[in-house]
């Protein structure tokens, strides 16, 4: 993930907590239920992300491996058939 995103995610969650907090202390259940929505989705997005990022390192893992496998069987003499 970017630097960038993360902070994104992270202000928005950060933005939810304290809307969600006034909300609470002041009675405004609307408030409260707005910056609940904010939170929840600042963190949906950092864990889609996060996912995305995993799923990413680990197709490009996956070919490094391929591409050293075929290089590498052959070597020492083994023949091709």
């Known amino acids: 993930m970017s ?4 902070v994104k995610h992270q202000a928005q969650q ?9 909300g609470r202390a002041t009675g405004h259940r609307n408030m409260a239920d707005a910056g609940k929505r904010d939170r929840l989705e600042g963190e949906a ?9 995993r799923a990413a390192g680990a197709a490009e893992d996956i070919k490094d491996k391929l591409r050293g496998d075929q290089g590498g069987n052959r070597e020492g003499g083994e023949e091709r058939r």
């Open 3 to 6: 630097t960038f995103d993360k």
């Open 14 to 22: 950060l933005a939810g907590k304290a809307k969600e907090a006034t």
């Open 45 to 53: 997005k950092e864990t889609g992300q996060n996912l995305k990022d």
